[in-house]
């Protein structure tokens, strides 16, 4: 069970690898620019949480079949370019479950290292949401996550409720696979219906309520 | 004594927190946006000087009230946004607090490390000033302390202040108190008196020379 | 042979001081945003190799010569700005010769952790690179790197030929010399004959089909 995870797991970088990859051509940056943007989105979230965590090392220096996943990825990417728009949402679905894997595997290591459910959580949604943050810190861009879509909302929810699951003690693999199809779920029902979360500034909400 | 030093850092971080959601909330974050980048203002300079030393964890993870006293900040300056414009002064001055005693704290872990002098001032100095640095690089904005007002360099004196004093063995807790007020005062005289260093870029400085 | 590599990478610390600071200066920053960006440009790609490493301390902390030195080179930027241009290739000698030893020492520290060949090349080319890209993204800019003249590729072709030579047991000092100046020849062969890479953005390259 575990195998399948670690496989889908290499599968969302897989995902990620393509999504900084094609950031990075529409930037214009030389291939080995697009490389590392790419392998930056794919792993830039489980890095921060592994420096984050004293004794803890870097998973893709212990897991170097990541490495490879994300250059397949990113030559996948250069390859296809013109014809990924085609297969738009299946990468978003790969996307999803990337999130999905990635922000419980975040959490499950918090609960590994002993820490406080608060510190579990906010492991989980850097591990889900870093990578797509850097990206954007990269191309300058301002990180897309804190406007469009609901995204680290998702994140959260989603590991607030493993920690429900495994504080009833859930057993596996129910407490594995809930929080993750959850993400999964609510983040494709979110692309789908385009929600976002309404933007808290004052000014905008008055300018709307004067607008009626 | 030690004590009371830790509920003003935590408050200082509720300060900083607020600052972060006001800048979030300005360029139409939606919730989450806004509480992740009031988590990385308020603990942004002390989670990158806890990953720069090694066998250290990040003081967050141990000490969750901060956490706590950043969800409450960030809550409190969404509910409260259009009148915290009336409360300018106070932020600024919580601002500075912790300013003041984030540096110190940077400082004295230097010490107790056993650095050199010089890495615990620019330990003192990231710890102080990078929480600062990284929300304005998430909000894809050039950092502000780089050019507006003198920010930088109190906390490099503070810290220059606080190791000096230790030199000269003065004892706790005139030690503690003389660099984080000496800090707080200097930043708020720079605030008060609109204070900042020149920019040393040549041309300008000709074509200053030519306009008179 | 190792303190001349040790002074050499220094004197490569002072090239990339002064290239930071003169970026620095070139976007209004006060003196102590100068000096900050002048020290993460230098130590910046060395910091992130070393925080990714379980157990390694910052070379920085450990060697205080660097801080020394950088803060030599950003008042050499500051006072002599106007003059720089006439060194200009000079500066980009240097900083080539600081790109050769950055990266075959950040190929070396991850054989001494015996990390997978991989791993190697992503070390080195951290150690290489990152301090550039740090710079440009606390300046707000697209990182240079990623566009213009061959940059990272130069790194991962230098550390790649050292672990080949490594694996043919090559002895010292011919290990490190033949990489460290095949990297400093090569980036002064792309800087002197302005050679990029494409950029792989489709519509462009189907733009410019167009066009002819």
Not at 139 to 147: A, D, H, R, S, Y
């Amino acid at each position: 069970m575990e195998l399948v995870i670690n496989y889908i797991s290499i599968l969302g970088s897989f995902a990620l690898a393509i999504s900084g990859a094609l950031t990075a051509m529409k930037k214009r940056f030389d291939p080995f620019g697009v490389l590392i943007i790419a392998f930056v989105t794919a792993v830039g979230g489980g890095t921060i949480r592994d420096m984050l965590l004293n004794g803890k090392s870097v998973f893709w220096i212990d897991q170097t079949s990541y490495i490879y996943f994300i250059l397949v990825g990113t030559i996948f990417a250069i390859v296809f370019q013109s014809k990924l728009y085609l297969i738009h949402r299946p990468l978003l679905f790969f996307d999803a479950i990337g999130l999905g894997l990635y922000t419980i595997t975040g959490v499950q290591i918090g609960i590994q290292y002993e820490l406080a459910a608060v510190n579990c959580v906010i492991l989980g949604t850097i591990t889900g949401v870093f990578g797509g943050i850097l990206r954007d810190i990269l191309v300058n861009e301002v990180p897309v996550i804190f406007k469009k879509e609901v995204y680290a909302t998702v994140c959260i929810l989603g590991a607030i409720l493993y920690l429900v699951l495994y504080r009833f003690e859930v057993m596996n693999p129910v407490l594995q696979f809930i929080p993750v199809l959850f993400i999964i779920g609510l983040r494709l029902l979110v692309i789908h219906y385009n929600i976002s979360l309404p933007s808290l500034y004052a000014d905008e909400r008055k300018k709307k309520r004067t607008d009626k």
